[in-house]
């Protein structure tokens, strides 16, 4: 049975072929950017854009906040670690606030669950939001918790979690975001 290749010189690949594998390559890379398995943010660069609805119905717009430092943390009811770190970025966050800083918790929770996420979070004074709500495909599969990206107020991503931070606390949120604060 004759191909479309079978008359070609050994070696060579007929055009059709070749703008199908091209098609293949661009499929699999566009199913791995769907399923966040592509490369995600990387510090240094700009941060991907990032939009959320919230839970008090207002939404939150990663584009509404430039020359503002962008603390986006992602936790869960369920993870207790994520729980102890919401009071230290709570105090800090009432701290510096004035100072131009922005925090939003995207909860990792499921939507059956947001009356338990109201419940937790209700005397801390940032923003929270389901994960499932908020468009940020450009961070990766969240798959562990908690995680943490900082964006600094040109709208670059000058921190994230997915490279060996042990957790947040009072010392290392005022050694990350204070001088994003007080800097030019």
Not at 28 to 45: D, R, S
């Amino acid at each position: 049975m004759e191909t479309c290749d079978s008359k070609r010189p050994s070696g060579q690949v007929s055009r059709r072929r070749l703008i199908w594998q091209l098609g293949a390559c661009a499929a699999a890379l566009a199913a791995l950017i769907g399923c966040g398995l592509a490369v995600a943010a990387t510090e240094g660069k700009p941060a991907p854009s990032i939009r959320a609805k919230l839970l008090d119905g207002t939404s939150f717009k990663l584009s509404e906040k430039p020359g503002q430092v962008v603390v986006v943390h992602m936790w869960a009811t369920w993870c207790l670690p994520c729980r102890e770190e919401m009071p230290v970025l709570d105090a800090y966050y009432r701290q510096h606030r004035e100072q131009g800083l922005v925090l939003i918790a995207l909860s990792m929770d499921e939507a059956k669950d947001a009356s338990r996420v109201r419940e937790l979070t209700k005397a801390y004074s940032f923003p929270i939001g389901l994960a499932q709500d908020a468009e940020m495909s450009g961070y990766g599969r969240i798959w562990q918790l908690p995680l943490t990206f900082v964006i600094d107020r040109g709208g670059i991503l000058r921190k994230d979690q997915w490279h060996g931070d042990p957790g947040l606390n009072a010392q290392s949120l005022e050694q990350t975001l204070t001088p994003l604060l007080t800097g030019p």
